[in-house]
């Protein structure tokens, strides 16, 4: 069940309430501490482990996705 709901047909909404700085390797885009975003949940191609794929911020391979610990979970709704 939970790993139907990593590739299921939803949008999720987040909000960034912990921004640290983004490491010194990091090219493109960081989320900025209380701002909403929309996105999705995947597994990280590299560890497997489930990251945040914001979508309107632009970052280069291997970050383009953030950790949940980050950003917290506000609303998800179903495309159907």
Not at 26 to 55: E, M, N
């Amino acid at each position: 069940m939970a790993r139907l709901l990593l590739f299921a047909p939803v949008v999720r909404y987040f909000k960034c309430h912990r921004s640290p700085k983004a490491p010194c390797e990091y090219i493109g885009d960081w989320p900025r501490r209380r701002r909403c975003y929309t996105g999705t949940v995947k597994p990280c191609p590299q560890t497997g482990r489930a990251r945040v794929f914001l979508q309107g911020v632009q970052a280069n391979a291997p970050h383009g996705g953030f950790s949940p610990w980050c950003l917290r979970p506000l609303a998800e709704v179903w495309l159907n």
